[in-house]
């Protein structure tokens, strides 16, 4: 029996050498690796801002910051989404205000916001689920008609492009977020990235990364440097080290790579699955491109596929228990379960397959056999 894990972080010894250079040069929290990585990072994309965290939950954060989140303003994420999407929300004392989704790309529904948005709506954070970007020249029009702020959430979607344009450079959003966790398609082990095209948006969190100082704590030790500094903003302790750095450099490289080889096991999967009745497959638009971070199917009787796939060796997972359906969201905001029945829909079908780019055709072959068997 094979033993397939869920998720398997691509490293190489080229992330561990660049690693311990990084360690060797003395520069343990951020400095230039952190510097070089941002240049690299908004280059690739096309921004020309970019912002290192050490999470993607931080880059929210400070996003949201950026744009003057208030207490009591509302803020429209999509219910179904990991748990940082709407809990940024909250540390303004903001709404989170929750949208259902769609049946097919588990994407918030874009036809379902506009009824949500109110005199405090201040912002929309759309979710690129799984690495599909959302609809988001119709989330623009709703954003230029009622003054909203556009967040990307895309802790999914690197490399992802929307109309040909890789997300992380849309023209008509304010901030964009990526997640470099150990199960991302980039991974720094923890780490996030802000991009924009607005260099004030780029100022404020660059400032508030690092408790609200007035210059990069690194640039107060180098040979320029000034021992001399002053706090302008109430900030956080948020940045990167240069360790973590020098891996996403050498990660980065790869992206083209490493999310061909998701695309073909993902190519692989709707082969395999297409002509079983049981099984849905993942649905991409066709003006869009996934970076495949997920390959999640949506099959009738999941629970119990979970366990055995377990008892198989195959890992897998759920993507997400919705956000009205966590205790403390649902008791502190008053989220009904029949606000969301997509959201509800999905959840109770969705299985979440390895998809990781060092799988081997062996243990892609035994995935598809084991879901066939257990499926049918």
Known sequence: MMQIPFHKTHTTEEEIDAATEAIKSGWLTMGPKTVEFENKFKEYIGSSEAVSM????????????AIGLKRGDEVIVPTNTFVATAEVV?????????????????????????????????AIIPVHFAGQPCDMDEIYELADKYNLKIIEDAAHAI??????????????????????????????????MATTNNAAYAKSMKINRLHGISKDAWDRYTAKGSWFYEI???????????????????????????????????????EAFKDNEKIILPFVKEDRETSWHLYVIKIPN?????????????????????????????????????????????????????????MSDEEVDYVIEKVKEIVS
């Open 90 to 122: 909250t540390y303004f004392d903001a709404i989170p205000v929750l949208c259902d989704i769609e049946e097919d790309t588990h994407n918030i529904d874009v036809s379902k916001i506009e009824a949500l948005i109110t005199e405090k709506t201040k």
């Open 232 to 270: 302008v903003d109430n900030g956080n302790k948020y940045n990167t080290t240069d360790i973590n750095a020098a891996i996403g450099l050498v990660q980065l490289k790869k992206q083209e790579i490493l999310r061909e080889k998701r695309a073909n096991i993902a190519k692989k999967y709707n």
């Open 54 to 65: 050490n999470s993607a939950t931080a880059a929210l954060h400070l996003a949201l910051k």
């Open 159 to 192: 490399p992802s492009s929307y109309k040909g344009v890789k997300i992380g450079n849309l023209e008509k959003s304010d901030i964009t977020c990526f997640s470099f966790y150990a199960t991302k398609t980039l991974s720094t082990g923890e780490g996030g």
């Open 302 to 358: 999941r629970d119990d596929a979970i366990e055995k796939l377990k008892e198989e060796g195959v890992g897998c997972s759920v993507h997400f228990i919705p956000i009205h359906k966590h205790p403390y969201y649902k008791n502190r905001y008053g989220y009904k379960d029949t606000d969301y029945p997509i959201a509800n829909s999905v959840f109770k079908r969705s299985l979440s397959l390895p998809i990781y780019p060092d």
